[in-house]
């Protein structure tokens, strides 16, 4: 398995543009979470799901946020509109339970 | 709640000396305990985990770690560090209770000099 993939792998936009970030996991994994990374906030978790439904959404910043796993092997995490304070490195990670995460290689987000 | 608490924003070790780096947690139920190293610009990676037996944990790339239950601590160890340790490392727990959701650590950010 290639691991977990997330493109695009660096994202510049403007302000007020929607931006989405995907995420394939690892095939057999049921479990696939969304974290965001800052200097300030550290790694704070966003989302998770469970056999693509979402279980906890708690950590979504505002309504602007939104993700969606319409499949086992897709996930998408979407910001509309986008605003500079957004900017950060989202990562996607997946597991079973009660086994390790892995992570892909992040989303580089800069919202100019 | 689950919750898992790095103490040291930062260690800093001398190359050859022992390298601990501390972590607590609360969860409700058994925990799932995990490590994780990250360098610059990756992703995180994985390291070793608790999640039954034995207290003490082996890991990768001469790292351990020991489950100590009645403190509730996690601290990982290596008993010689290497300039190339210096990363930040991430401790996470995950227990059914709270629908098994993975939580981390703030960090510590490891310095080995030489």
């Known amino acids: 398995d290639a691991g977990v993939i997330q493109s695009p792998r660096h994202e510049v936009t403007e302000m007020g543009q929607e931006v989405t970030l995907r995420c394939k996991p690892i095939?057999?994994?049921?479990?696939l979470f969304w974290y965001r990374q800052t200097m300030m906030r550290g790694l704070e978790l966003l989302i998770y799901f469970n056999n693509n439904v979402p279980i906890d959404d708690s950590g979504m910043p505002e309504d602007r946020f939104s993700a969606k796993m319409p499949n086992a092997s897709f996930s998408t995490l979407k910001i509309q509109p986008s605003e500079p304070r957004d900017s950060a490195v989202y990562f996607c990670?997946?597991?079973?339970?009660?086994?390790?995460?892995?992570f892909g290689q992040g989303t580089r987000l800069t919202v100019v | 709640a689950q919750s898992v608490a790095q103490p040291e924003d930062q260690v800093n070790v001398a190359e050859g000396n022992p390298l601990t780096v501390k972590c607590t947690y609360s969860v409700s139920g058994n925990p799932y305990l995990f490590w994780y190293v990250q360098y610059p610009n990756r992703g995180l990676q994985f390291l070793l985990k608790y999640i039954t037996g034995d207290n003490l944990v082996k890991g990768s790339y001469g790292f351990e770690a020991e489950f100590n239950k009645s403190q509730t601590s996690f601290h990982l160890k290596k008993p010689s560090a290497l300039v190339s340790d210096s990363a930040l490392y991430f401790c996470?727990?995950?227990?059914?209770?709270?629908?098994?959701?993975?939580?981390f650590g703030g960090g510590t950010r490891v310095l080995v000099k030489p």
């Open positions: 095939s057999g994994h049921d479990y």
């Open positions: 996470a727990v995950r227990g059914r209770a709270a629908g098994n959701k993975l939580t």
């Open positions: 990670a997946s597991t079973s339970f009660p086994g390790e995460a892995f």
